[in-house]
């Protein structure tokens, strides 16, 4: 997949699902006064994987806004905190699109270190026009989504 943008992730395959792999490092600025990441920069985490998860499938966010004036916007969000990161800790966030609707996908996020698993999300991300209502996705942009859907099997409406 080509992108105007570089992506900093990678689409991995693992044989039964695919999913956005987004590296990254904890800094200073990430922690609180113990070194433990704070609790909201997760959320931080989670967004900066999505928006490269989109640049991954060629969705220009800048383009959606400007152009067609929407915007994606996260509808709810849960989150489950498992275990502490800390300061300078090489993280990732993999990010699995599991079902794609008219105008929303339902994504889940785990924020991993040597494959153990910090924090679990599942997040509904909606398509909204510049008023705030709900959009549709485009023909392409749910083409797109669904693309990496059909890749691991997951259910799609």
């Not at 800048?62 to 849960?78: A, I, P």
Request: glycine share 6%; with cysteine; charged share 25%.
């Amino acid at each position: 997949m080509t992108t105007e943008l570089d992506m900093i992730g990678q689409f991995v395959e693992d044989g039964t699902t695919v999913f956005h792999r987004f590296p990254f490092q904890v800094y200073w600025e990430d922690t609180d006064a113990g070194g433990i990441v704070y609790y909201a920069n997760y959320l931080k985490f989670t967004e900066r994987a999505r928006t490269d998860l989109l640049r991954g499938l060629d969705i220009n966010q800048q383009k959606m806004m400007t152009e067609d004036g929407l915007n994606f916007v996260v509808r709810d969000c849960r989150i489950e905190y498992l275990k502490p990161a800390k300061m300078d800790d090489s993280l990732y966030v993999e990010t699995t699109v599991s079902t794609v609707m008219g105008a929303s996908l339902l994504m889940h996020q785990e924020v991993i270190r040597d494959d153990v698993i910090l924090i679990k999300s599942d997040v509904r991300v909606a398509c909204i026009q510049k008023t705030g209502r709900p959009a549709r996705f485009s023909p392409q942009i749910k083409d797109k989504f669904l693309s990496i859907v059909q890749l691991s099997g997951a259910l799609k409406e």
